[in-house]
């Protein structure tokens, strides 16, 4: 009884000793010379709809939901964010070669016919970035519009 006391104690301080690490923010704050919506057009609605669902992990600003105030939530979503950015960065797109601009928004088009975008670690707390499927439709048009617009742009 006695070491199974120390263990649990010993998870409890660690637990509460975590709670004071706070780790830098995704959160740039910058002008964005290189955002996607630079590149091809991006209406309003299509723009809120990466917002609430896309952009915590691929954009340069990451609006934390409230439980990552606890950790070991805020590392989770860190490391979410570090390998969505390094796959899709919005902010970013325009740095890409034209072959990578099409070939992600062919990604984004897969991702979400397929549904596995957003992650469903994410949606399972963040109900309001599950897509209806009018918006995921509006997505898919206007990825298909912008492929049309970059193939005219490059060729
Ligand atoms: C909670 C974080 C998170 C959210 C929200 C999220 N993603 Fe992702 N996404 C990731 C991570 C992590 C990866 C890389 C690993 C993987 O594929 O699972 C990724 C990969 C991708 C890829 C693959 C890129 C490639 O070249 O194959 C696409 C496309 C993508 N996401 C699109 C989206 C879209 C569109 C949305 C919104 C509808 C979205 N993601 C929302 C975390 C997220």
Request: hydrophobic share 35%; charged share 20%; with cysteine.
């Amino acid at each position: 009884m006695k070491g199974i006391k120390k263990i649990l104690l010993g998870i409890l301080v660690i637990v509460v000793v975590i709670q004071f690490i706070h780790p830098a923010r995704n959160k740039s704050g910058q002008a964005m010379p290189n955002d996607i919506s630079k590149i091809v057009a991006m209406p309003e609605d299509v723009q809120g709809i990466l917002k609430k669902a896309c952009y915590d992990c691929h954009s340069n600003n990451t609006e934390y939901p409230w439980y990552t105030n606890i950790q070991p939530m805020h590392w989770f979503m860190n490391y979410h964010i570090i390998s969505g950015k390094e796959e899709l960065n919005f902010n970013e797109f325009g740095t890409y070669t034209p072959r990578r601009q099409q070939s992600k928004l062919r990604s984004i088009e897969n991702s979400l016919k397929d549904g596995t975008m957003p992650l469903s670690s994410y949606t399972l707390i963040q109900r309001n970035a599950i897509l209806s499927e009018v918006e995921k439709s509006q997505i898919i048009n206007w990825v298909q519009n912008s492929k049309d617009s970059l193939t005219k742009k490059y060729n």
